[in-house]
């Protein structure tokens, strides 16, 4: 791990707003994995819906 980011974590962990910003960033990125894995299921139907509609038209 580079020292700069190193440090940067320290001071994340020993400052009390520090703690705020992980739970910040731990929910950020649920909701970002949420969102990801819920646009990559609808993509999937949505290939499959028009891979039938095309076919239904050859």
């Known amino acids: ?8 974590v320290r ?3 020993i400052c009390r707003q520090g703690a705020t910003a992980i739970e910040y960033s731990v929910i950020v990125a649920l909701i970002g994995i949420t969102i ?4 990559n ?4 139907k949505i290939q ?4 039938v509609a ?3 038209m050859i």
Do not use: I, R, S, T
């Not at 990801?36 to 646009?39: E, F, I």
């Not at 299921?41 to 999937?44: E, K, Q, R, V």
């Open 1 to 8: 791990m580079p020292p700069a980011l190193l440090a940067f």
């Open 11 to 13: 001071c994340l962990v």
């Open 36 to 39: 990801a894995a819920a646009l």
């Open 41 to 44: 299921l609808a993509g999937l």
């Open 48 to 51: 499959n819906v028009l891979g």
């Open 54 to 56: 095309g076919n239904a």
